[in-house]
T-cell receptor, first 115, second 113 residues
Framework: GAGVSQSPSNKVTEKGKDVELRCDPI?????LYWYRQRLGQGLEFLIY????????KSGLPSDRFSAERTGESVSTLTIQRTQQEDSAVYLC?????????????FGEGSRLTVL | GNSVTQMEGPVTLSEEAFLTINCTYT??????LFWYVQYPGEGLQLLLK?????DKGSNKGFEATYRKETTSFHLEKGSVQVSDSAVYFC????????????FGKGTRLSVIA
């Protein structure tokens, strides 16, 4: 597609349930990022994929969070046993490659509400 | 570690007013600096950037100058329009691209006619 696509746009779940969030990056973009934005907070880095290299997982807040990406295509962020503090907008971005001058292209985000 | 601090909003201005959104940073070395904008109902998009000291990034009437001596990258526009209403994020990355983009908390701007 023309831009980064994320689904679902909104997800309401009960505490303790698992959720999966999907990101479809721009075709040809080798780098893919997941960020989290809690209400009133800045963007918090979660995880980064670059081609076939090992992902940078340094931002994942706990072992309940995991993400996968197959090649240079779709990525899935999974949150197990969700907690209320997981409520946030989860943003996906892609870029041609990692680098200080590289522009990130963001999706509209998946808003997660944990009751 | 690297961090970005930007002025808290919300900021409300009348059309044609002058805009300044302050941004200061802490970083090792010489980072690249960015302003991203998020219009209502849309994803974040790059507004402008500067990759070295004294560079000025500009786009859509917005400007920001990379000031190494004050570690700042303030966003300015001489005459805002209603269509500029959005959330603005200041961000930085290290020059080598070895760290992910670090964002400020965002500043919401509302421009009223």
């Amino acid at each position: 597609g023309a831009g980064v696509s994320q689904s679902p746009s909104n997800k309401v779940t009960e505490k303790g349930k698992d959720v999966e969030l999907r990101c479809d990056p721009i075709s040809g973009h080798t780098a893919l990022y997941w960020y989290r934005q809690r209400l009133g907070q800045g963007l918090e880095f979660l995880i980064y994929f670059q081609g076939n290299s090992a992902p940078d997982k340094s931002g994942l807040p706990s072992d309940r969070f995991s993400a996968e990406r197959t090649g240079e295509s779709v990525s899935t962020l999974t949150i197990q046993r969700t907690q209320q503090e997981d409520s946030a907008v989860y943003l996906c971005a892609s870029s041609l490659k990692r680098g200080s001058t590289g522009e990130l292209f963001f999706g509209e985000g998946s808003r997660l509400t944990v009751l | 570690g690297n961090s970005v601090t930007q002025m808290e909003g919300p900021v409300t201005l009348s059309e044609e007013a002058f805009l300044t959104i302050n941004c200061t940073y802490t970083a090792t070395g010489y980072p690249s600096l960015f302003w991203y904008v998020q219009y209502p109902g849309e994803g974040l998009q790059l507004l402008l950037k500067a990759t070295k000291a004294d560079d000025k990034g500009s786009n859509k009437g917005f400007e920001a100058t990379y000031r190494k001596e004050t570690t700042s990258f303030h966003l300015e526009k001489g005459s805002v329009q209603v269509s500029d209403s959005a959330v603005y994020f200041c961000a930085l990355s290290d020059r080598a691209g070895n760290t992910p983009l670090v964002f400020g908390k965002g500043t919401r701007l509302s421009v009223i006619a």
